[in-house]
């Protein structure tokens, strides 16, 4: 049996090998806030692995479905993130149907995909990021329920900068989530970066900063002590939409990233109080 202590130390490594932009935010959190995150994004890294890694299947998909429902009953098994995970859930009073949400999002990416209107990619972000929101505004802490619809904004503005990044990657393996409907209103090909390339992929730019703009009220809902960590967090991923845009969207040839220093330059901003209005 492993116990808590160890169980979060494990999520800790996770994050801290794996977490990128997540595992910075972290950092500006209090200590007990930092490992429940740690879980979370744990728990968050497993779903992404069963459904990305060779031999991924519905069967695997619906045995860690069923661990998931056992560990919330106190049956951990041999996996040494669940004690972590069940003590988290608990302590911040998470829905756990958040998770069945999370498992659902995943499941859907087992097969080649083409998206073919936004009200299906809406879905799909909210399943895959959405939802990550929703669960971790759990842990900053909020008290009124306004902050769960910013929050599933917010989680769709980080997945559409995802997905903008990654369309050369997804297409590799045979999933566009750029949705169809907008792709043959800008007569664009996701394979080659011409104009058209270019206008449709600042068209999907402008939807996501409109959901960066409309959910940026969520940070002064939540927790005073945690709002450092969710302003941090938001501008790593606005910069990233932003360097995407600086680019010309050249991202067909390589992956765009925030680098280290620009993260770290957003976390002392975060704890001089960059996130207080103004005035």
């Known amino acids: 049996m492993i116990d808590l202590a160890a169980s979060y130390a494990f999520c800790r490594r996770i994050a801290r090998t794996r977490a990128r932009n997540f595992y910075y935010s972290f950092l500006l959190l209090s200590r007990e806030q930092r490992d429940a995150m740690c879980a979370i994004y ?3 890294r497993y779903c992404d692995d069963i459904s ?3 031999g991924a299947s519905r069967e695997a998909i619906e045995r860690w479905r069923r661990d998931l429902d056992r560990a919330i009953a106190g049956l951990y098994g041999g996996n040494p993130l669940w004690p972590a995970f069940h003590d988290t859930v608990q302590r911040y009073q998470i829905p756990c149907q958040y998770f069945h949400e999370m498992i659902d999002g995943v499941s859907s990416d087992l097969e080649p995909r083409e998206i073919q209107t936004f009200d299906e990619l809406y879905r799909y972000c909210y399943q895959v990021a959405s939802v990550v929101g929703l669960t971790i505004i759990h842990i900053f802490g909020f008290e009124s329920r306004d902050a769960l ?13 995802n997905i903008l990044r990654d369309v050369r990657e997804d297409q590799e393996n045979q999933r566009v989530y750029i949705p169809a409907e907008d792709t043959r209103r800008f007569d664009a090909d996701l394979r080659k970066r011409d104009e058209n390339f270019i206008h449709l992929l600042r068209f999907e730019a402008e939807r996501a900063r409109r959901y960066y703009d409309e959910s940026r009220p969520l940070i002064e809902l939540v927790n005073e002590r945690s709002r450092a960590s969710l302003w941090a967090l938001i501008e790593i991923y606005r910069r990233l939409l932003t360097r995407i845009e600086c680019s010309n969207f050249d991202v067909l040839s390589r992956r765009i990233r925030v680098p280290t220093w620009e993260k770290v330059g957003i976390l002392f901003g975060a704890r001089l ?4 209005p103004k005035g």
């Open 42 to 44: 744990a728990f968050m």
């Open 52 to 54: 990305e890694d060779e």
């Open 149 to 161: 619809a910013l929050a599933e904004k917010c989680g769709v503005a980080f997945q559409l900068t």
């Open 273 to 276: 109080g960059a996130y207080r």
